[in-house]
């Protein structure tokens, strides 16, 4: 069995990590897979960029700047929300790449920014070949937003789009989604939620109420991502072995649907109420733009900045007594996975797939949505009873997550298409 994969990068983004990772689950498996991407960033040879000369490159350039063109151009100039949305009007056709053509099974996962256009996708429904579309977010199934936030018009007909600065009834959402509609309606699409709540949103849209839609989670390698020596993990990495460490990041962390102010509020709470003494704590911070929230805590920050490095993130992770990760809208995060692997509990809100992974005080903290409150009870909750919380966070991720069994869910869905 062949298998193709999709997605427009490699490895910047946690689709990307995902989608990395079950490709080497499946060759693990015996599966002949192979991943085809707009932005090939390593030399796995198992990766091949769509991107194969220099005017390639060029179209590629040129596609990423009309689709954020037409955004930025019906926003009236503005950059509010320019990549929250993505219009899927341009793209590549590789309905006649050799991967393809050779492929039993076509495996989409994240393809926005100039990878696909919606037209694209129709010459590869065209095949006749069964299609998998793996969601790591709700694009899919909403007119142009990549999170739904609190609308809701994707249960009927996308119009009038919030997220964009001057909706109306024939906006791009409503064009956009009008375009899905028909392309639906080729039925060659098994949708594939990474976690039951995107599954189920899905199933209550509009563009998915009448497609095959089922739930399997993200695989992670738990050789790899494993319990190592807390003292050993922050000698290596030149932290203290007498603080307590809260562990917090994203690719962005000021980007407001990671929740920092709600990071802040919680860590304000716990200095004010004096529940934690500044002496005690540090918290570590990791991903982009990371210098511009030092001075926000009331707490000691180390900046570790982006990490590419997995035995570096590895050691962070066990280093660490806890991952906070207050999101406001996620869908299978894939550093709740990691943290939990390595051991290490987890508090976050209960949104999205995040309790679904975090098993409320068995494997960590879930949180009332948006209560600072709560998520500083979470904090200290878990410090008190990190030992139990350690050993279930690490149980859990090898009966749910492990490569083996995520690889052989996919297999069996291969085989009945």
């Given at each position: ?27 693990n ?12 960033q ?9 991107q ?39 793209g ?12 039993d ?120 991502y ?69 001075s ?39 550093t ?7 051991g ?23 949180a ?40 052989k ?9």
């Amino acid at each position: 069995m062949k298998v193709i994969l999709l997605n427009t990068f490699e490895r910047t983004g946690g689709a990307a990590i995902a989608a990395n990772r079950l490709m080497k689950a499946l060759i693990n498996a015996g599966i002949n897979a192979k991943s085809l991407v707009l932005h090939k960033q390593t030399n796995d040879k198992n990766v091949i960029s769509v991107q194969s000369s220099f005017i390639k490159k060029q179209l590629a350039r040129l596609n990423f700047l009309l689709e954020r063109g037409i955004i930025f151009l019906h926003n009236c100039f503005s950059r509010k929300d320019l990549f929250k949305v993505s219009i899927a009007n341009t793209g590549f056709d590789v309905s006649k790449h050799p991967l393809v053509k050779q492929a039993d099974i076509i495996h989409l996962h994240w393809i926005n920014q100039g990878f696909f256009s919606l037209r694209d996708l129709k010459k590869l429904a065209d095949s006749g070949k069964p299609i998998i579309w793996t969601m790591h977010d709700q694009w899919s199934y909403t007119g142009i937003c990549h999170y739904t936030g609190n609308c809701d018009k994707f249960i009927n007909l996308c119009a009038y789009c919030p997220q964009l600065l001057n909706p109306n009834k024939f906006d791009l959402s409503y064009k956009t989604f009008k375009k899905k509609e028909q392309l639906y309606k080729s039925n060659v699409f098994t949708f594939v939620g990474c976690s039951r709540w995107i599954a189920n949103e899905a199933k209550r849209s509009y563009l998915g109420s009448k497609a095959n839609i089922v739930s399997i989670p993200n695989p992670i390698d738990i050789t790899l991502y494993t319990k190592k020596s807390k003292s050993d993990a922050r000698i290596a990495l030149g932290l203290p072995l007498n603080k307590k460490l809260i562990l917090f990041g994203a690719c962005k962390v000021t980007d407001t649907r990671k929740g920092f102010d709600y990071m802040k509020s919680s860590c304000d709470l716990l200095f004010k109420q004096k529940k934690i003494a500044q002496e005690d704590i540090q918290i570590v911070v990791f991903g982009d733009k990371t210098n511009e929230i030092e001075s926000l805590l009331p707490y000691p920050v180390l900046n570790v900045g982006y990490i590419n490095d997995v035995q570096t993130m590895v050691n962070l992770y066990n280093a660490v007594d806890l991952f906070l990760i207050p999101s406001l809208e996620d869908n299978l995060p894939n550093t709740i996975m990691e943290a939990m692997a390595c051991g290490t509990p987890c508090v976050g809100f209960n949104i999205g797939g995040i309790p679904e992974m975090i098993d409320h005080k068995q494997n960590g903290y879930v949180a009332a949505y948006k209560s600072a409150e709560d998520l500083a009870k979470g904090i200290l909750w878990c410090f008190d009873h990190y030992n139990i919380l350690s050993a279930e966070a690490r149980k859990k991720v090898e009966s749910t997550y492990n490569e083996t069994i995520v690889a052989k869910q996919y297999i069996e869905l291969y085989k009945r298409l």
